[in-house]
């Protein structure tokens, strides 16, 4: 028996190589299985966290969209708070089609107050003025448009001017501005008030450039808009009685008046038309005198 048992060991020993090599097709085959389910189950892995990588990413972009909204509203809040003249809350809704102004269209229209001429700010300053009013909606023409002009005051020494826009450029121009004046780079510019439209001590711009030349009549000064003009979404709008009047050009003046004139003739000719003339006198008439008889004619017999 125990002779028995040692060839077994002996035999089991030389088989074990041959069982070995036997059974490496099957392992290399359960391998491959196994290589290609978990590449598979990797790939499906793979692509649900891509998935939800990107449903993340956009949700963390929503919710620091409505963290900046929330943070600006806070702003608007403290603004509004601060301002003696009552305001409204808006909304931009989208810029204007014309490629060549600076003007946006907002949410609030007549229906909610808003007047022609009202101010627009935000947070931090002025951004334009209501030029046009509908029922709904209201358009809003910027500060750096190039037909808008706004009055401002030096906050250092309280020089006034106005500030032009310049346009696409998104800068303001002091303009007609003498060459000595008072005036800084660095100033902060605030509205004066002069015009009726604006109330005073509004932030405006800051001058960012000052040129002063020996052969020009005027300096150049280029200012930078201290509010967002073109980065907020929510803007106040001032519920004051903007009716300032309104200048108009010379030769709008002049046709006005060479009308009016016209106009002012024709009037008079027609009156003088209409006007009936009296007839001329007509002279009295002498009394007739009676006829004399003549000499040879005889009375007749009592």
Known sequence: MRSLSVVRQVVGSALYPLQMAALVPRDAFNRVGDYFSSQSALEQDNRKLTGQ????????????????????????LGAS???????????????????????????RGSQNGVALGQPVIDDIGVVGQVTRVFPFTSEVTLLT????????????????????????????????????????????????????????GLAVAKVLQVENKSNDAFAHIVCQPAAGVDRNRQLLVLLVDARAPRLEPE????????FGRRRADGAKESTSENVAVPPAPIPPKSPE??????????????
């Open 81 to 107: 708070e601060r301002l003696q003249a009552k305001s409204l809350m808006s909304e931009i809704l989208y810029d204007a089609r014309d490629a060549f102004t600076r003007k946006i269209v907002l949410d």
């Open 145 to 200: 448009d190039k037909d808008q002009a706004i009055s401002v005051q030096v906050v250092r020494n309280g020089l006034r001017s106005v500030a032009y826009g310049r346009g696409q450029s998104g800068v303001l121009d002091l303009k007609f501005m003498a060459t000595n004046a008072d005036i800084q780079k660095g100033d902060t510019l605030v509205t004066s008030g002069i015009d009726g439209v604006f109330p005073p």
């Open 289 to 302: 005198k009676p006829s004399e008889k003549p000499s040879g004619a005889r009375s007749p017999a009592p």
């Open 251 to 258: 030769e709008s003046k002049d046709k006005k008046d060479k």
């Open 53 to 76: 990588l990107s449903v993340n990413a956009q949700l963390l972009q929503q919710s620091q969209q409505l963290f900046a909204e929330n943070a600006q509203l806070r702003k608007l």
